[in-house]
């Protein structure tokens, strides 16, 4: 039972242009959801986060949108780059539960030049 | 301020060894979690240790264990090692700041299993 799903393993964009990554979640009791970046042979590096109380979070090129009543999420990427080339995973947390990380299976990002 | 740092990087084992990973948080940190991601199950989480204690456990078997020290240093131990344990195996440190606590990840040790 997956309840973080990332359904496009795979998104190609051009550089400049924006990347729209999306993550699809079941569970109505997570309320904090984060996005990381993973290249190859490296661990996950944290990109942004947000809770369940806000419906935009923006740092830098990076925001997140949640829509609680749709249980859906997704990250905008504005101008790409192709140093943004990795996967992308969003995961998600239960209210109250200390360090259980839901992830989903992550969307790998093409951005080219 | 270093990262995660996770030891070793790469590790060949056999069916049936056992095998311990170590990893070291940031330094501050006092929460330490473990990930085994493999291609295809994705990211899973194995536990989560706090000031020595387990406080959160995946759905692992109990072959997969782990420890904390009063140094917040973690280590994870799988005994009777399987083909199917072979895997990334990443630690995330953080904060003690709840629910809302960013975990940081190290570079992961890839175990192989013959």
């Known amino acids: 039972d997956q309840q973080v799903k990332q359904n496009s393993p795979s998104l190609s964009v051009q550089e400049g242009r924006i990347s729209i990554l999306n993550c699809d979640y079941t569970n109505s009791m997570f309320d904090y959801f984060l996005w990381y970046k993973k290249y190859p042979a490296e661990g996950p590096t944290f990109l942004i986060s947000?809770?369940?109380?806000?419906d935009k979070n923006e740092d830098g090129r990076f925001t997140v949108f949640l829509n609680k009543s749709a249980k859906h999420l997704s990250l905008h990427i504005v101008p790409s780059q192709p140093g943004d080339s990795a996967v992308y995973f969003c995961a998600a947390r239960k209210g109250g539960s200390q360090g259980n990380l839901i992830f989903g299976k992550g969307t790998k990002l093409s951005v080219k030049p | 301020k270093a990262g995660v740092t996770q030891t070793p990087r790469y590790l060949i084992k056999t069916r049936g060894q056992q095998v311990t990973l170590s990893c070291s948080p940031i330094?501050?940190?006092?929460?330490v979690s473990w990930y085994q991601q493999t291609p295809g199950q994705g990211l899973q989480f194995l536990f989560e240790?706090?000031?020595?204690?387990?406080?959160n456990k995946g759905n692992f078997p109990g072959r997969f264990s782990g420890r904390q020290f009063s140094n917040s240093r973690s280590e994870m131990n799988v005994s009777t090692l399987e083909l199917g344990d072979s895997a990334l195996y990443l630690c995330?440190?953080?904060?003690?700041?709840?629910?809302?606590?960013?975990?940081?990840f190290g570079p992961g040790t890839r175990l192989l299993v013959l």
């Open positions: 995330a440190s953080s904060l003690p700041g709840g629910a809302r606590e960013t975990q940081y």
């Open positions: 330094s501050g940190h006092r929460s």
């Open positions: 947000i809770s369940s109380i806000k």
């Open positions: 240790y706090f000031s020595e204690t387990q406080r």
